[in-house]
């Protein structure tokens, strides 16, 4: 008898804590506010802007800002990953830095070092509508799990700013986390994670680029088991910078001078075996422009480069290669390229993009508060509230009265 009793404390506790989340979230719904979207403009304007134009191929690092340890208990995907096995794995395959992006928490693995960055990876709703919080200060609480239309999204966005270096969108093609339309008009951020494991979402990043938003490319392994060949040193971020100081690696970031590698996966490779294919990969040796003529330069022979422009158009190739020309059109608002080798690796270069004024690097945005429709919205929705609280209230008082 003492443990039903017992049984029903914790089962009341329990219904108790649901209620209170929901009623949380519901509190997050109810308040959203309202935003007015400009329509965006493509780049336009006669300077061209290249993020490689002083690159030191010397001073180039390789990077993963997505992978999962241990967290909340174990309770979350990577409850396989211990921070020291994490360390391990990426040093043996040649990396520089391995940023961990656990789940609504700031993993504090090495911060003492000068390259720390701390990093998590935000949003637990059920579209995967996540974020990559690069240079984080505190996590973010505010979600909408349930449902996210665009007012959403730039909401958490706009909210994010404030404790985030550098905001990328994860994995957009996931669960269709991200639409084309959000691409259109969301602002506010600086990076996509274009290259995500087994993901890709390139038709997303044309979207964005033709709409006139600057934003640069993020790839990362988004590993959840690191033992796993398959999941690791496939997808990952080449960084040209002084140095690894943070400052340093994140404002290389929010300029373009980063590039996205897709490493061929061999399925179930032997790690030693990816450990020393890992020491071998192609990379980029110079992109320059000169006048309107864009040159890249990579260290092997590629079988084949693509100059892609404005909604993803290809407009020029070269194959067997290692040296490529593009010359660039008055027509062409931003030129992007893509660089396969033989081995199936392939090379995402950042755009060179147009604008008005040398040295404007400003960012398009869209989004500004709409104040009367938010308002209209929140005292419309707690009407409501409060309109259906009253008919439960009646219809409850109406039920006692009936049965006495």
């Known amino acids: 008898m003492q443990g039903f009793k017992l049984l029903k404390t914790i089962g009341k506790l329990l219904l108790l804590f649901i209620i209170t989340i929901l009623l949380v979230v519901l509190s997050f719904y109810l308040l959203a506010p309202s935003y007015q979207f400009e329509e965006p403009k493509p780049f336009s304007g006669p300077i061209l802007y290249n993020p490689y134009q002083n690159i030191d191929s010397l001073n180039l ?15 979350t995907d990577g409850r396989l990953n211990s921070n020291e096995l994490i360390d391990s794995i ?5 990396f520089d830095h391995v940023a961990t992006s656990d ?7 090495k911060e003492e070092s000068q390259a720390y960055i701390p990093t998590y990876e935000h949003g637990y709703g059920i579209r995967k509508t996540h974020q990559v919080c690069i240079g984080a200060s505190r996590v973010l609480w505010l979600d909408y799990p349930f449902y996210q239309s665009l007012r959403h999204k730039q909401h958490i966005i706009n909210e994010l700013q404030a404790d985030c ?14 639409t084309y339309n959000d691409m259109k008009y969301l602002s506010g951020y600086q990076l996509m994670e274009v290259l995500n494991n087994i993901r890709l979402s390139v038709p997303h990043w044309d979207t964005v680029l033709s709409n006139g938003h600057r934003i ?16 690791v040193g496939r997808r990952f971020t080449m960084i040209f910078a002084k140095n690894q100081n943070r400052a340093e690696i994140i ?23 990816k450990f020393e294919r890992s020491k071998h990969i192609p990379y980029l040796v110079s992109a320059k422009l000169n006048l309107d003529t864009l040159s890249v330069v990579v260290s092997k022979t590629a079988d084949s480069m693509y100059f892609i422009g404005q909604n993803g158009k290809m407009l020029h190739r070269i194959v067997n290669s290692e040296l490529g020309f593009y010359l660039i059109k008055d027509s062409d608002t931003y030129v992007r390229t893509e660089i396969y080798f033989d081995d199936g690796s392939v090379m995402y270069l950042n755009p060179i993009t147009r604008s008005e004024t040398q040295g404007d690097l400003k960012r398009q945005s869209l989004a500004s508060l709409d104040v009367t429709g938010t308002w209209l919205r929140r005292s419309g929705n707690i009407l409501l509230l409060a309109l259906l609280f009253f008919i439960v209230i009646r219809r409850r008082s109406k039920s006692k009265k009936s049965m006495h």
């Open 165 to 178: 270096e550098l905001i990328a969108l994860a994995h957009p093609v996931l669960r269709n986390g991200y």
């Open 251 to 273: 404002r290389s970031l929010d300029d373009g001078m980063a590039y996205g590698m897709d490493f061929f996966r061999i399925g179930d490779e032997p790690m030693l075996e």
């Open 103 to 109: 789940y609504q928490k700031i993993n504090r693995f």
């Open 216 to 231: 640069y490319m993020l790839a990362n392994d988004d590993a959840h088991d690191v033992s796993n060949s398959n999941e």
């Open 61 to 75: 690092y390789k990077y993963n800002f997505q992978v999962q340890s241990k967290a909340w208990g174990g309770i």
């Open 90 to 94: 990426y040093k043996g395959l040649s």
